[in-house]
């Protein structure tokens, strides 16, 4: 007698949210700190101004970020409740209309005309709007806009990124400095994209040479920035 299993799929949508406000926020802090922090150092300025501009680069970039996303993600709360509402508006001026408009999507997804008009009503019985909401414009729970949440997730990713290169700072000496904060960087860097790139079901080292690839070309970019100008002063 076979047994039934009950039948139970990952998925993973949900999650992109709050991962793409993290990872974009530990990344930038990342980069941006370690960067921050090497071109100084190529510049030749001492140890402890190299520490003093990290904090700097940490608190400001943390509020850069919060303050992006919200406004980002923000924006497109609005631009989502006024769809929304507008599709409120039709509902109630014409819900036959309406309901035929939605028929007709499901046709063209390959439903046949009757069965599309019968899933139509059942849906529009049950939600009208959220069935519009989903099928017509591509609004859903899961993906929709949650402005706070990302511009906290940004802040706080940011800050624990930012955090790393900084703790290197902190506790090698100032000779060995910048080969060390850069090598950490990146292989913090490579660890970020892989985690990231398999809790969102992509290849983990596809995920890490792109963020690797990319923090050693501002790494490098930064360094001889700070050299030229240290070398000028």
Do not use: C
């Not at 913090?188 to 983990?204: K, N, Q, T």
Request: proline share 2%.
């Amino acid at each position: 007698m076979r047994s039934s299993r009950r039948h139970a799929e990952r998925h993973r949508t949900d999650r992109i949210g709050w991962l793409r406000a993290a990872v974009l926020g530990a990344n930038d802090g990342i980069v941006s700190t370690a960067s921050l922090i090497v071109g100084v150092a190529a510049a030749g300025v001492g140890h402890a101004s190299i520490l003093v501009s990290g904090v700097a680069a940490l608190v400001a970039g943390a509020m850069s970020m919060a303050a992006g996303e919200y406004v980002s993600v923000h924006s497109q709360a609005d631009t989502e409740k006024a769809d929304l509402a507008r599709e409120q508006a039709e509902l109630d001026k014409d819900p036959a209309a309406e309901r035929h408009e939605l028929a007709a999507i499901y046709v063209a997804r390959g439903l046949d005309a009757d069965l599309a008009q019968q899933v139509a009503e059942q849906l529009m019985a049950h939600d009208a709007l959220g069935a519009h909401a989903r099928d017509e414009l591509g609004i859903s729970e899961s993906l929709s806009a949650r402005p706070v949440q990302a511009a906290l997730a940004s802040a706080a990713s940011f800050a624990v990124g930012a955090l790393l290169p900084l703790a290197v700072t902190a506790l090698v000496p100032e000779a060995v400095l910048i080969p060390l904060v850069a090598g950490t960087s990146l292989a913090f860097l490579a660890l970020l994209g892989a985690v990231a790139a398999r809790v969102g079901g992509a290849s983990a080292l596809l995920g890490a040479w792109r963020v690797t690839f990319w923090g050693a070309l501002a790494l490098t970019i930064t360094a001889g920035v700070g050299a030229l100008f240290g070398g000028v002063g």
